[in-house]
């Protein structure tokens, strides 16, 4: 399962922020899975990007959609919230758009009570609320206006609990433009328009809808907002307390303890930044291009590596080319983005989003994918580089994985998906005979992306058939994996739970959401604890600090950078130190150790289960 990062910027670019309600149906058909509800196909007689422009197209579109939407929720039970929230915000969307104010305002509210995170129900439809007070005040100065009805707004929230939210939405509203979200629709959805002949799924559909009520409803503010929240963000500007030192245990080689054999089943290390703390294969000779030791890997004196389509390498990072004149800008660029994902105001930031607000539509594409690129490159060392802070005990075993990041992705195939299988089974299969006692995997995706993929391509045939080809191709990969990680129980498998703010069971993202005694889920909390508003939830073991952490990138450099991939390895860094000091534990009790060295705290109705490194170590003593 593989993914790149340009979706994550795609993604916080959709201002969905509103609300809708719909009367209970008598009887309901209960919805277990996001899998479970109806495909709904829309045809289209203009161009993606034409859409904005064409008001008879456009309003053609949100009827037949908004009909949807509306009987979805009168046909079905659906209790995951997060989907009800995204049917209720789309809703909310074209209540604006068709200027139902009050409903809008109602459907609002209805999306509020559904959210657990404090900080995203006090922010949710800011933008929405003040526009249409100042459109009901009938004010002939209606920028001045919602500028006004805006500042009110912000300044009655909690600084405390809405900062983070507050940056996130000053840098959304700095970011985008007219020509970065069309640059996203002609390189995104016009090429399923244009392999489909004008069909689209309900989901591009609705992202249509979302980008051309950006452009109409909020693109004409943008300054006046970007104002209120610079301002209110300067005012307030304080230094969150860093939960995490006072946390922290550093080993030292003095220290009585083993090596540990850890897997970075990831992008790819840059293995010349970890000399000393690297799992090596002695029977193998190194740059001599044979399989000394006949067990099917070339030169594989630190690790293994597969390419995009399953296939063996010897490479053991992703291959950027001659990255060295280029590395300064990628490397902005990649902090850039990772700074605005995690609400950081820094320069890199606020150099991206200048360019991405001011660039022109064609550049869209390439800026986004080099981006990605970089990101496949740097993210396994990067991952690395946590794993083994304070721990001398570590030894870093490369499986390298290649991750997507066009944002026209290849078309999945079953065949593709069975070799794809066969090489996690086999990567495991090598993890096995090596020692490895802790995997990182800090990657994911699921179900809806294969079937997106199919989409663009026009592949699968009718709605309902790809959706079946889809469930095909993702359950061969699902179970291929569920089955590499159950036959291997002596190994504690170590996953980020993902960034997309959604349950992981409900919307079935492998490997967050398998559930064996040998694997732990890993949410992203802030430097004080608090859940961010990325980190996806659900079948969530442990939260850990996954907020400007910082480590190395390959060449030797460091950045920070934010998400569940960088609180995955947090937890993993704890598991190899409790093996290292008790090399006789197993993974089921590494597990224990950690989850009941946890302090607790609540989001909502979920328990958030923070790691504390000292109190699992403490725990050690009790360990017979």
């Not at 054999?261 to 294969?281: E, H, S, Y």
């Not at 992705?409 to 006692?437: I, M, N, W």
């Not at 991939?565 to 290292?580: D, E």
Request: charged share 25%; hydrophobic share 40%; proline share 3%.
């Amino acid at each position: 399962m593989k993914r790149g990062t340009v979706r994550i910027l795609g993604g916080a670019l959709l201002l969905s922020v509103f609300s809708t309600g719909i009367g209970a149906a008598a009887e309901k058909i209960k919805i277990e899975k996001l899998d479970d509800l109806p495909r709904h196909v829309y045809k289209i007689s203009v161009d993606a990007v034409d859409l904005s422009k064409d008001d008879a197209a456009l309003t053609k579109l949100i009827k037949e959609v908004k009909a949807d939407l509306e009987s979805d929720l009168e046909t079905y039970e659906i209790q995951d919230k997060t989907t009800l929230k995204s049917y209720y915000g789309n809703l909310g969307i074209i209540a604006m758009l068709e200027g139902r104010y009050d409903d809008c305002l109602h459907f609002l509210e209805l999306r509020r009570e559904l959210e657990d995170k404090e900080a995203a129900r006090l922010t949710a439809g800011l933008f929405s609320q003040a526009y249409i007070r100042a459109v009901q005040s009938g004010a002939r100065d209606r920028t001045a206006a919602i500028k006004k009805e805006y500042r009110a707004l912000v300044l009655a929230l909690p600084y405390k609990t809405v900062e983070a939210e507050m940056k996130s939405a000053k840098a959304r509203y700095e970011t985008v433009s007219q020509n970065l979200l069309e640059g996203i629709i002609e390189s995104r959805i016009q090429p399923a328009l244009d392999a489909s002949g004008g069909e689209i799924s309900k989901d591009f559909a609705l992202s249509l809808i979302g980008f051309n009520y950006t452009i109409r409803n909020y693109l004409p503010y943008k300054r006046a907002l970007v104002e209120v929240l610079t301002a209110y963000l300067d005012e307030h500007r304080v230094e969150k307390l860093n939960i995490w030192n006072e946390r922290e245990v550093t080993l030292k080689a003095s220290d009585k303890g083993s090596p540990v054999v850890v897997a970075i089943w990831d992008a790819g290390i840059d293995t010349d930044l970890f000399k000393g703390q690297l799992w090596t294969n002695d029977k193998e000779i190194p740059g001599n291009n044979i399989d000394d030791d006949g067990n099917g890997f070339i030169d594989d004196v630190h690790g293994i590596a597969y390419t995009l389509h399953s296939d063996k390498t010897t490479e053991m990072l992703y291959p950027i080319g001659d990255v060295e004149k280029d590395r300064p800008r990628l490397q902005r660029l990649l902090k850039g983005l990772e700074d605005m994902n995690a609400n950081i105001d820094s320069d890199e930031a606020t150099e991206l989003k200048n360019m991405l607000s001011s660039m022109d539509k064609a550049d869209v594409q390439p800026l986004l994918e080099d981006i990605g690129k970089y990101g496949n490159y740097s993210h396994g060392t990067h991952v690395a580089g946590v794993t083994v802070q304070g721990n001398p005990f570590v030894r870093l075993l490369n499986a390298r994985i290649t991750f997507e990041y066009r944002m026209v992705p290849e078309e999945p195939t079953v065949e593709q998906a069975l070799k794809d299988s066969a090489a996690a089974l086999e990567l495991v299969d090598y993890l096995k005979k090596s020692g490895v006692r802790v995997a990182n995997l800090s990657w994911g995706g699921n179900l809806a992306s294969f079937e997106s993929a199919l989409e663009i391509h026009n592949a699968g045939g009718s709605a309902d058939e790809r959706k079946a080809l889809a469930r095909r191709i993702f359950e061969i990969q699902k179970q291929g994996l569920y089955g590499a990680i159950k036959d291997a129980p002596e190994i504690l498998f170590i996953t980020s739970a993902g960034n997309t703010d959604a349950d992981v069971s409900f919307e079935e993202f492998i490997p967050s959401s398998l559930d064996l005694p040998n694997t732990m889920t890993v949410g992203a909390v802030d430097q004080a604890g608090n859940e961010t508003g990325f980190t996806s939830f659900g079948k969530v073991d442990v939260y850990a600090n996954g907020f400007e952490v910082t480590s190395y990138v390959p060449g030797g450099d460091k950045m920070t950078m934010s998400g569940t991939s960088q609180a995955s390895p947090n937890a993993t860094n704890l598991a190899a130190k409790l093996l290292a000091l008790r090399p006789d534990l197993t993974p089921v009790q590494v597990r224990e150790l950690i989850e009941k060295g946890c302090d607790e705290k609540m989001a909502g109705e979920r328990v958030v289960r923070l790691i504390n490194p000292k109190k699992s170590i403490e725990l050690l003593s009790n360990v017979n």
